[in-house]
C-alpha cells in the first residue's frame, strides 16, 4: 500500500485545512487509516482514524471537536478537515494504514507540512 498526503499549507489561527491521503496498491488489505503529526522536537502524536468498513472514528483529545476524520472508500482516499486551527497544531502531518487493529501502522505517507501563525 502506498499513501500520498496533500492539502497542508500555511493557515492563521482560526482557520482551515483539509488535508487528503490517498491509497494505492494493495487496498483491499487495509483495516483502518488514520492521520498523526510531529512538530519540531516533539514526539510523534496520534489526531484521528477512520475504520476502512463501517466507518468509525477515533480522536486524539487535543483535536476532539475541530477535526474531522472522513473516508471515500470508492477513491481510497481519506480526508482531515482541521477547522479552528491553533499555532500548536503546526507540524508535519503523516497519513498512516494498517492491516488489522492488532497490528501496529505498518503503511505510511511522506507527511504534509501545516503551518499556523498566531
Known amino acids: 500500500v502506498q499513501l500520498q498526503a496533500s492539502g497542508g499549507g500555511l493557515v492563521q489561527a482560526g482557520g482551515s485545512l483539509r488535508l487528503s491521503c490517498a491509497a494505492t496498491g494493495r487496498t483491499f488489505t487495509v483495516y483502518d487509516m488514520a492521520w498523526f503529526r510531529q512538530a519540531p522536537g516533539k514526539e510523534r502524536e496520534f489526531v484521528a482514524a477512520i475504520r476502512r468498513n463501517g466507518g468509525r472514528t477515533n480522536y486524539g483529545d487535543s483535536v476532539k471537536g475541530r477535526f474531522t476524520i472522513s473516508g471515500d472508500n470508492a477513491k481510497n482516499t481519506v480526508y482531515l478537515q482541521m477547522n479552528s486551527l491553533k499555532p500548536e497544531d503546526t507540524g508535519v502531518y503523516f497519513c498512516?494504514?494498517?492491516?488489522?487493529?492488532?497490528?501496529?501502522?505498518?503503511?505510511w505517507g511522506q507527511g504534509t507540512q501545516v503551518t499556523v501563525s498566531s
Open positions: 498512516t494504514a494498517r492491516d488489522s487493529y492488532s497490528q501496529a501502522y505498518g503503511y
